[in-house]
């Protein structure tokens, strides 16, 4: 399983982003669910999630900011960032995961780095 997540950068407070998880060597029953990030000295914070059935979940901490999305045919996630604020600077990362896996034990990749400026 590889995972490439691109689309990071540095921002204006306000400012939007779109980074974008690309998968290959899924198996069949894999999916990308997960988006999740991390800043040094703080926790892994679960930001989004997206079933199978398309039903999204946020942390409270972005919930009406940003979006998740899938699109299966490109095996590619995303996640559409509006009203960013400098808490948000953190390398953000998608997760892989078989149905019933928790997030914490999926795949990610490289992560991409996303910088907010106040």
């Known amino acids: 399983v590889q995972l490439v997540e691109s689309g990071g950068g540095s921002v204006q407070a306000g400012g939007s982003l779109r980074l974008s998880c690309a998968a290959s060597?899924?198996?069949?029953?894999?999916?990308?669910t997960v988006w999740f990030r991390q800043s040094p000295g703080k926790e892994r914070e679960r930001v989004a999630a997206?079933?199978?059935?398309?039903?999204?979940t946020y942390a409270d901490s972005v919930k009406g900011r940003f979006t998740i999305s899938r699109d299966n045919a490109k095996s590619t996630l995303y996640l559409t960032m509006n009203s960013l604020k400098p808490e948000d600077t953190a390398m953000y990362y998608c997760?892989?995961?078989?149905?019933?896996?928790?997030?914490?034990?999926?795949?990610w990749g490289q992560g991409t780095q996303v910088t907010v400026a106040s």
């Open positions: 997760v892989a995961t078989f149905p019933g896996q928790p997030w914490t034990s999926g795949y």
């Open positions: 997206l079933t199978s059935d398309g039903i999204a």
């Open positions: 060597g899924l198996t069949a029953r894999q999916e990308i």
